[in-house]
Every structure is written in C-alpha cells, then in structure tokens.
C-alpha cells in the first residue's frame, strides 16, 4: 500500500458483458476494457459493486477478470473483489487474482 497514487482518479466498477445466451463474453469484457482505457479512465473495480457478483459463479468471476487483464497489461489499477458468501470460494478467488497480477507483472 505503499503507492496510494494508484487509487487515484476515476476506477468505475466494471460490469460483466454477456452474449446472447446468457454466458461470460471474454471477447465483449475485452472490448469494455479497451473502451475505458481509451477513455482514460485509471482503474477498474471488478466483480464488485456492480452486483453482479452475487450471481456470478466462481469461474464466471475467475473469466471476467482473466479478460479484463489481458487487456490492462500495467495500463491502470485494478481492484479484484474476491468477496462470497463462504471464506473457502473468497480464497479461491483472491488466490485467482495474486496469480492473475502476477502473470500480468511477468508479461
């Protein structure tokens, strides 16, 4: 936590994108990604605020996430919200994000 200035600016919680069958479109999230880069935004807040997370599975939330950063490669802060309703699935998904961060920081 040293650097705050990561947390500075705008950082809009990130709505999942869906096809038209109901189901994740990691192509559809790579886009929003995109778009909001460009719009300069500075972070992104992802399976949090919007709700969505509540009716989210863990691999819907893990497939979102895994879009959203193989887009933001260093270019803003993300904030992955890792909350369920039992600690064991919040293990899983915070340990998701770790590695997730991890592979973006090596590439």
């Known amino acids: 936590m040293s650097d705050l200035k990561?947390?500075?600016g705008v950082i809009p919680a990130f709505y999942a994108c869906y096809d038209e069958e109901g189901n994740i479109?990691?192509?559809?999230?790579?886009?929003?990604t995109r778009h909001?880069?460009?719009?300069?935004?500075y972070g992104?807040?992802?399976g949090g605020s919007s709700g969505e997370c509540i009716?989210?599975?863990k691999e819907e939330r893990k497939e979102v996430l895994e879009a959203v950063m193989e887009n933001v490669k260093g270019k803003m802060t993300v904030i992955a919200h890792v909350a369920c309703n039992n600690t064991e699935d919040s293990c899983e998904l915070e340990?998701?994000?770790?590695?997730?961060?991890?592979?973006l920081r090596a590439h």
């Not at 479109?25 to 929003?32: A, C, F």
């Not at 909001?36 to 935004?41: F, P």
């Not at 340990?95 to 592979?103: C, F, G, I, K, L």
Request: glycine share 10%.
């Open 55 to 57: 009716y989210q599975s």
């Open 44 to 46: 992104l807040y992802v």
């Open 6 to 8: 990561k947390y500075h």
């Open 95 to 103: 340990a998701h994000a770790a590695v997730s961060y991890t592979h």
């Open 25 to 32: 479109s990691p192509e559809r999230v790579r886009g929003l």
């Open 36 to 41: 909001l880069i460009g719009k300069g935004v």
